[in-house]
Antibody, heavy 118, light 111 residues
Framework: QVQLVESGGGLVKPGGSLRLSCAAS????????MSWIRQAPGKGLEWVSY????????YYADSVKGRFTISRDNAKNSLYLQMNSLRVDDTAVYYC???????????WGQGTLVTVSS | QSALTQPASVSGSPGQSITISCTGT?????????VSWYRKYPGEAPKLMIY???KRPSGVSNRFSGSKSGNTASLTISGLQAEDEAEYYC???????????FGGGTKLTVL
């Protein structure tokens, strides 16, 4: 069945970097748009970044623009999020999700926790 | 881009119907019929319940319905069940520059 599995989360100091991965299986990954969405502790959902199926079109939320880079490797059925210059307010569970390209996401992975703290 | 506005909490008794509102602007909810709704249990991934304003994915109960009027979208759950107790989020497409914006979430309590 369709499955998305995130990894790479952990504890990092402010200003540090982390790379998240999302392994996809059960569907033709290269045909689908993808997004990263996060949820800070006790807060709501926040869309982070989008990438088209070929990787040619990319969007970022203003809150991460210039610090985060989304990418994908269709040969490896994998999605990535390179996070640099991390801040305390980047602390969140990060989810990858298949993106319809029209503002809805289905399915989602189980999430990976990123904690930015000194 | 500001988040869409949802009530912090709603409640209802088993068997009743409840409606959760999601208010945006003419740049998001009002411009496109592309509002989606998600149910989230604590510690679990969000689940798509409604997309494109009123469409249900395969497997989602017909007790869930979506609608829109102007800049406000709504999710209605009829025949409330204990398993409906969860956090619900709306999300709206807002054009290629902003892409999407989420609501702050609504905690549904089944009394």
């Amino acid at each position: 069945q369709v499955q998305l599995v995130e990894s790479g989360g952990g504890l990092v100091k402010p200003g540090g970097s982390l790379r998240l991965s999302c392994a996809a299986s059960g569907f033709s990954f290269s045909d689908y748009y993808m997004s990263w969405i996060r949820q800070a502790p006790g807060k709501g959902l926040e869309w982070v970044s989008y990438i088209s199926s070929s990787g040619s079109t990319i969007y970022y939320a203003d809150s991460v623009k210039g610090r985060f880079t989304i990418s994908r490797d269709n040969a490896k059925n994998s999605l990535y999020l390179q996070m640099n210059s991390l801040r305390v307010d980047d602390t969140a569970v990060y989810y990858c999700a298949t993106d319809a390209g029209a503002g809805w996401f289905d399915p989602w992975g189980q999430g990976t926790l990123v904690t930015v703290s000194s | 881009q500001s988040a869409l506005t949802q009530p912090a909490s709603v409640s209802g008794s088993p068997g009743q119907s409840i409606t959760i509102s999601c208010t945006g602007t003419s740049s998001d909810v009002g411009s496109y019929n592309l509002v989606s709704w998600y149910r989230k249990y604590p510690g679990e991934a969000p689940k798509l319940m409604i997309y494109e304003g009123s469409k249900r994915p395969s497997g989602v109960s017909n007790r869930f319905s979506g609608s829109k009027s102007g800049n406000t979208a709504s999710l209605t759950i009829s025949g409330l069940q204990a398993e409906d107790e969860a956090e619900y989020y709306c999300c709206a497409y807002a054009g290629s520059s902003t892409y999407v914006v989420f609501g702050g979430g609504t905690k549904l309590t089944v009394l």
